[in-house]
């Protein structure tokens, strides 16, 4: 097996460090005591899905993402680096570089949540793929539950 580069070890250590902050912030609260008003709570995880889209280019999926969020079709939206995509377009095999999104949304917001997708994104045929969260903590389920409820 081969040793890990600097470069390996010093991104371990970088998360080392930054899931140490997150377990113990500095005015000394953990992360648990932060979301105690949620762990009385149950909900079902099913009715929590994780949404997939990507965006042609940074600017279009961080405008995508607000828009999700500040109308609560989405708790959360991950902005994820950007990849490359190969894909079969009308025929062709095309290559694309795009921005992946993953929404943190319920089964209740979906059907707005996709329709507000469809409006907003550049592409003739956005990929909108929702997958059913089987399991998660529950603090943060419910949290995604309380976020997308409507106004």
């Not at 929404?103 to 550049?122: G, N």
């Not at 793929?129 to 997308?148: H, K």
Request: aromatic share 6%; proline share 8%.
């Amino acid at each position: 097996m081969a040793r890990p580069s600097l470069r390996d070890r010093g991104a371990v250590a970088t998360a080392f460090i930054l899931a140490a902050q997150l377990i113990s912030p500095a005015d000394g609260r953990t992360m648990q005591s932060l979301f105690m008003p949620y762990t009385s709570r149950t909900m079902p995880a099913t009715s929590t899905l994780l949404v997939f889209t990507n965006c042609p280019d940074q600017a279009t999926a961080e405008l995508l993402a607000a828009a999700l969020v500040e109308l609560r079709l989405a708790a959360c939206v991950s902005i994820l680096a950007p990849c490359g995509s190969v894909y079969r377009w009308q025929g062709v095999v095309e290559r694309a570089d795009e921005v992946p999104l993953l929404i943190k949304t319920t089964a209740e917001r979906y059907a707005a949540l996709e329709a507000e997708i469809q409006a907003r994104h550049p592409y003739e045929l956005p990929e909108i793929v929702a997958v059913p969260v089987d399991r998660g903590l529950p603090a943060y389920l419910q949290w995604v539950r309380d976020e997308t409820r409507p106004d």
